[in-house]
């Protein structure tokens, strides 16, 4: 009987991006079984950096199970939007599985992601720096964050609405439900911005 093993993402990543063939070896004498999450965080991937995700899923096809409700279910699932900060092109998503949304933008060295990082902390905004796929490094907002760009920047506002329309979003939580009302809201004044995240984003005021 062949042994089955389910995989996530790190998986993926190490045996069809790293070339580790051992891994790779190991894995096709196996039946894999690929998660729905684990399958959209790694054809996430491909949407940052402009490649063909759908490419990749029949790649994926050809070698494991990959677990999906359909293929429409996954691509719309897969459906992001995007908006610019300081030079950098950011993907917003909504994480179902933690009711919020989510941006994340790819830089090619450490030393770029951090001064996004930087510029973005100017404004208050903090950041999670990670490395990815060994060759780059990912900015990554959630919830509060997002919002604050939101607040601030008409751009994000308009990728907010595309997204929201595309995925037919409902709010989950304090923090979702102001991004869907700025997302159909008209710009707010640049000087509003410092006094209104003030009052609605003190220490402890809005929960992700």
């Keep these: 009987m062949v042994e089955k093993v389910v995989v996530d993402t790190s998986v993926l990543a190490g045996a069809l991006e790293e070339g580790d ?3 790779l070896a ?20 491909y949407l940052y950096l402009g490649r063909d995700a759908e490419k990749e899923k ?12 359909d293929h429409q279910v ?10 610019a900060f300081n030079g950098h092109i950011f993907w917003l998503y909504y994480s179902y599985s933690e009711g919020n949304f989510q941006a994340r933008t790819v830089t090619k060295s450490e030393e770029k992601a951090r001064e996004c990082a930087q510029a ?4 208050g905004v903090q950041t999670k720096i990670y490395r990815w796929l ?17 607040e601030l920047l008409p751009g994000w506002r308009n990728a907010l609405r595309e997204l929201a329309e595309k995925r037919k979003i409902e709010p989950k939580g304090p923090v979702t ?3 869907l009302e700025l997302a159909g809201s008209p710009p707010l004044p640049w000087q509003n911005f410092k006094a209104r995240a003030g009052n609605s984003l003190s220490a402890g005021s809005l929960a992700r």
């Design 134 to 150: 060994k060759k780059y490094w990912v900015v990554h907002l959630k919830g509060r964050e997002v919002l604050k760009l939101a």
């Design 177 to 179: 439900r102001r991004l």
């Design 74 to 83: 996954l691509m719309k699932a897969l459906e992001i939007a995007r908006a």
């Design 26 to 45: 190991a894995l096709v004498e196996r039946e894999v079984l690929v998660p729905y999450v684990a399958l959209c965080e790694y054809l996430y991937g």
């Design 58 to 69: 029949r790649v994926l096809e050809k070698l494991f199970t990959n677990m999906y409700p």
């Design 120 to 123: 973005l902390a100017v404004l």
């Design 21 to 23: 063939e051992e891994l």
